[in-house]
């Protein structure tokens, strides 16, 4: 598969504006570009950034300046409703406190991304349940959040990030609020979604053994990129 | 929208919803028993009019028509009236009540094809005599004091035989108990006198100056006033359009109180899930998706309050008909049902207006982080 860059960020700055006259800089100038089927970690203190970058590439968020293609697309102008659909057709998300809706089964919160792409319901749940099979959820399908642990609600997550068959899966400290061996497998199942379904992840992390398995660490501080580290060990496979 | 999803939230809070539900339901049924007393009302006048279709009416001058049971007017008046030109036909009426019986009245039978608007058939037996102790009854009548052709009955303390029963006529007559004008007069007390002087014109279009001629010449002198049925129709109007614009404004009270119930737990349903509802726009619902939402909850919410609230306005409406009885009764028509269901539609859109597009305006990232 030829490279392409599916994420290229332009001097991208973020300000916040606190009270009249008090302005923070939250993200200063950063330059980044990831490759399709790449394995990115974004690490860095509390404070750094590191969340708003993730929000911009996620268009959860516009930039102050600069200006952020996601596959080859600019969507740093981008109007709400046109966000959403690239939210929803190109990207996936998995969050730290794992965001599932309280009122639906583990099937309906997967399939719920494709029911507002106008998939109707029994095709969307279908995708959904062959999804959930994979992340190992089959017997879970007809829960709802609260009858799962913690480590089974993220493979929700996962499976719901997956079901529109994104290229990106962006996750922000998916593996924060679990135990060590939830987090582990957690670790596990997003480095198989690179590696096997060439998915190209974007992690932003504390976890040292996620930021380890990743083909290239961010180090961001004080709103810059710091430094960044090539996994040398591992072969890319693409 | 999402069906699925639309259950499961309204299904959340079981005892908020059922509350709601409960407060649009009150509303609905307040509109609708009001408005079915309304159209009670337009109807039980519509069968009075019927009667005095293209006739005139000559009452006592210091009574309104829906105090007519109390008019008394001099039985010489309907010799002096006579003598009109225009008219073709006049004749007296007495009416009133008595313990035995209830509604009694007395008529010139010779003159019933007078009623052009109207028609009166016996179902059996025959009309009373002049001079005899005889009535004819109304059907309903008939089964109220549970007689029939050949029974007599006591009224005013005499003995009068039944000898016949009426058709149907679809009007208080049919809970009356008829006899001749001179036995009516007898009974009630009123020699000399009859309740109203009816009067048909010879061409129908003379029936206004008619009635003008009658309150200019005779009106002061003889104590009376003469009204056509367009004047009794204008007077009947007048009174439902009284109680149509009552029912409006108590209707709207009862809305607006519903539409505020709804906005405020719509208001609080959003503010519950702002997390949820943050979620969804991550994962691509657009603003419209959302308003969609929200506004489908409020809109199932009314519907189901209306639907409830129309269920028990049959019920206390029949109860309310079994309570009055008689001739008149209130009636729930189709259009009113629909009215009032679209009415209180279009307050539950209104309500769930707001708290929609304050959901659908979220910003995804606040709304995650909302605990």
């Not at chain 1, 719920?112 to 319901?121: E, I, K, N, S, T």
């Not at chain 2, 035995?100 to 025959?126: A, H, N, P, Q, T």
């Not at chain 2, 405020?264 to 969804?280: K, Q, S």
Request: glycine share 10%; charged share 25%.
């Amino acid at each position: 598969m030829a490279k392409r860059a599916v994420f290229k960020l332009e001097k991208i700055t973020k300000q916040y504006r606190m009270g009249e006259d008090v302005v923070t800089n939250a993200l200063c100038g950063i330059d980044i570009e990831i490759e399709n089927g790449e394995y990115v970690a974004i690490i860095g203190p509390s404070g750094s950034g590191k969340s708003t970058l993730m929000h911009i590439m996620g268009c959860l968020d516009s930039p102050t300046k600069g200006r952020v293609f996601i596959e080859g697309i600019d969507v740093s102008k981008m109007k709400d409703n046109e966000l959403a659909v690239v939210r929803r057709e190109k990207l996936g998300f998995v969050f730290q406190a794992y965001n599932l809706v309280n009122t639906l089964t583990a099937v309906e919160n997967v399939a719920l991304p494709m029911r507002f792409a106008g998939v109707g319901r029994g095709e969307a749940v279908r995708r959904a349940r062959e999804l959930l099979k994979k992340v190992g959820l089959t017997d879970r399908m007809g829960h709802k959040p609260n009858q799962l642990s913690g480590g089974q609600q993220q493979r929700v997550a996962i499976a719901r990030s997956l079901i529109n068959d994104p290229d990106i899966i962006l996750a922000d400290e998916p593996t924060g609020n679990l135990d060590t061996k939830s987090g582990q497998e957690i670790v596990e199942l997003l480095e198989s979604l690179n590696r096997k379904m060439g998915k190209t992840i974007v992690v932003v992390t504390h976890h040292l053994g996620l930021a380890q398995r990743a083909d290239r660490r961010i180090y961001i501080k004080d709103g810059k990129v710091e430094r960044e580290e090539r996994k040398a060990s591992r072969k890319r496979r693409r | 929208m999402m069906y699925d999803m639309l259950l499961g939230e309204l299904m959340r809070h079981k005892l908020r919803t059922g509350l709601t539900i409960t407060g649009v339901a009150i509303g609905i049924l307040l509109i609708v028993s009001l408005g079915s007393f309304s159209e009670g009302i337009k109807i039980f006048v519509d069968q009075q009019l019927a009667y005095s279709s293209g006739l005139i009416t000559v009452i006592k001058q210091d009574i309104s028509f829906e105090g007519i049971m109390y008019s008394k007017v001099d039985e010489n008046v309907i010799d002096e009236l006579a003598d009109i030109p225009g008219i073709e036909d006049i004749s007296g009426f007495v009416m009133g009540t008595t313990p035995e019986v209830g509604w009694f009245g007395g008529i010139d039978f010779s003159k019933v094809d007078m009623f052009s608007g109207f028609s009166v058939e016996l179902d059996e037996g025959r009309t009373p005599e002049e001079g005899a102790d005889e009535v004819v009854l109304g059907y309903k009548a008939a089964e109220r004091l549970d007689a029939g052709v050949g029974d007599s009955l006591k009224i005013g303390g005499r003995s009068f035989e039944v000898v016949g029963i009426y058709e149907e006529m679809g009007t208080e007559d049919d809970d009356s108990v008829i006899t001749t004008l001179a036995k009516a007069q007898d009974v009630l007390g009123m020699d000399g006198e009859v309740t109203m002087v009816i009067i048909k014109p010879e061409d129908v279009s003379e029936a206004r100056s008619i009635a003008d001629f009658i309150n200019d010449e005779y009106g002061d002198s003889e104590e009376i006033k003469a009204g056509t049925d367009e004047d009794v129709r204008k007077f009947a109007e007048q009174l439902t359009d009284q109680m149509s614009a009552m029912t409006f404004a108590m209707g709207s009270i009862a809305s607006f109180i519903a539409g505020i119930v709804i906005m405020n737990v719509m208001f609080m349903a959003v503010r519950e899930r702002r997390r949820e509802i943050g979620v969804m726009k991550a994962v691509g619902a657009t603003n419209r998706h959302i308003l969609i939402e929200i506004m489908a909850e409020s809109l199932a919410i009314t519907f189901a309050g209306s639907v409830a609230g129309l269920v028990l306005s049959v019920v206390v409406v029949q109860f309310i008909n079994g309570f009055l009885g008689g001739s008149f009764t209130a009636v729930i028509t189709p259009s009113l049902a629909l009215e009032s269901t679209a009415f209180l539609m279009a307050i539950g859109a209104l309500a769930g207006m707001a708290p929609a597009r304050q959901a659908s305006r979220l910003n995804p990232i606040e709304a995650i982080r909302y605990e």
